[in-house]
T-cell receptor, first 109, second 119 residues
């Protein structure tokens, strides 16, 4: 059974810092991996999708990497802004999506 | 990306009543939709896979008689919480599944969610 772990569970940093969120998964037989953002009480916003054959994807200040063999993915946020404050979820697609519990990120103005 | 809507966005009901949540795929026909549930401070958990024209597939521990799923058309799936109780209060999110060429390029697009509060 696939298990997804996200570290840290919570993170608070000053505005402007670069930061890394980590996601690990136990079964490397995946199709792709997605990073989502969830604002309080809201649905999910898809940030980046990395196919199993890819190593990384970039969108604006966001960069996601994937090391399928080691079961790890990272989400790199450059020059963080208060508007980046949210919960970031990693989801692994091995036929169905398995979600991590998320990293609650607070960017201090 | 695909556009997915859910209705209602928020519902408050009395214990014992039934609540229907609609999930619509607005810009493509979805043969497969998924229903998730998220309790406070928990991750999303898949409840069931909704297949157009056939019975839904439920995850272990999800009562199929309590959570009725109907996927009568390629653009609409409904989740009915029957005889709702306070412990059913949760955030329900649907997603549509789109296959693009090969299975490694499938992707899910999520609705905005429905917050159910059972008094």
């Amino acid at each position: 059974k696939q298990e997804v772990t996200q570290i840290p569970a919570a993170l608070s940093v000053p505005e402007g810092e670069n930061l890394v969120l980590n996601c690990s998964f136990t079964d490397s037989a995946i199709y792709n991996l997605q990073w989502f953002r969830q604002d309080p009480g809201k649905g999910l916003t898809s940030l980046l999708l990395i196919q199993s054959s890819q190593r990384e994807q970039t969108s604006g200040r966001l960069n996601a990497s994937l090391d399928k063999s080691s079961g790890r993915s990272t989400l790199y946020i450059a020059a963080s802004q208060p508007g980046d404050s949210a919960t970031y979820l990693c989801a692994v697609n091995g036929g169905g999506l398995t979600f991590g519990k998320g990293t609650h990120l607070i960017i201090q103005p | 990306g695909a556009v997915v809507s859910q209705h209602p966005s928020r519902v408050i009901c009395k214990s014992g009543t039934s609540v229907k949540i609609e999930c619509r795929s607005l810009d493509f026909q979805a043969t497969t939709m998924f229903w998730y549930r998220q309790f406070p401070k928990q991750s999303l958990m898949l409840m069931a896979t909704s297949n157009e024209g056939s019975k839904a597939t439920y995850e272990q521990g999800v009562e199929k008689d309590k959570f009725l799923i109907n996927h009568a058309s390629l653009t609409l799936s409904t989740l009915t919480v029957t005889s709702a109780h306070p412990e059913d209060s949760s955030f329900y999110i649907c997603s549509v599944f789109r296959l693009a060429g090969s299975s490694s390029y499938n992707e899910q697009f999520f609705g905005p969610g429905t917050r159910l509060t059972v008094l």
